[in-house]
């Protein structure tokens, strides 16, 4: 008599059958194209009526964003010191709106709504146009002049960055929604029985936040960076994009996938020194 799957297999099977769509769709418009762009990087390109014709020019182009582009390395150090101003600052508030609208009020849903819209209207053309028009930057700083104001009391290298990051609280307002949800979600999962047992204990709101909910976030928490990480490096308005994009249309392919390629290297890093940061909490949570 001949036997069947396995309940392993099975299981197996159904698992690669739910992915074999998404790994179809990758291996042809991505892992492709990506493999192309590699090659690309180490090629000048000229285009001609046969197509492009490759010249080999090995690591020349990598030199050239290091060594002779003068625009590349100061919008990379840029957007990497964007990221680790802003990531903070959207993770602190997204925790603490995420805490208010997990009470019981009225207009609860509203509010909730209202918070997650900014992630619906403010991308591409329309975060442009608001950035345009000054819409991304609060008008008190400029309006009453606080630096001028304020120097005399604060020391000049602790005002002017205390200043430019509170000069971003709307941007940052504009990219927390999606992980209001996340947060949102984390805290519905969290037993209400933890908080009132610790309330019995004696622990103040304080010391149930530390020794509960931040703990209980944390797997939220290292999702949110990863997606806050990522997301500002794919913003309309990140700097090293524009290059990119500046580059490619001035037919430039070799160099622009060089630039790409540089790019997606210290990303991965970066998303790598994340993972290693939050391992241990992650493994001790498992």
Known sequence: MKKGLSMRARHNLEGWS?????????????AIPLARSLIYSFQ???????????????????RHAFVLDVDFVPNLITTFMSIIVEVPLILI???????????NFIGRSLFRGIFFLP?????????QKLKDNGA????????YNLFVKLVEFIPRDILFPMLGILDSLTVVMWDSGVQILIFL???????????????????????????????????????NVLFSIMNSFTKADNLVMEQIKTVFKASNYGYASALGWIY?????????????????SLGERG
């Open 136 to 143: 991304e930057t609060l008008p008190i700083f400029s309006q």
């Open 264 to 280: 997606f290297v210290l990303t991965f890093v970066l998303i790598g020194i994340v993972v290693f940061i939050f391992r241990r």
């Open 185 to 223: 979600a984390g805290l519905q999962a969290i037993s209400v029985s933890l908080y009132e047992a610790a309330k019995c204990d004696g622990a103040t709101p304080w010391e149930s936040f530390w020794k509960i909910t931040f703990p209980m976030l944390i797997p939220m928490i290292f999702v």
């Open 93 to 103: 508030f997204a925790i603490f709106i995420s805490m208010l609208l997990n009470r």
């Open 18 to 30: 739910f992915v074999l769509l998404w790994a179809v769709g990758f291996l042809l418009f991505m």
């Open 44 to 62: 000048d390109l000229k285009v001609s009526t046969e197509g492009l014709i490759p010249t080999n020019v090995g690591l020349k182009h990598f």
């Open 119 to 127: 992630v619906i209207i403010t991308s591409g053309a329309v975060l």
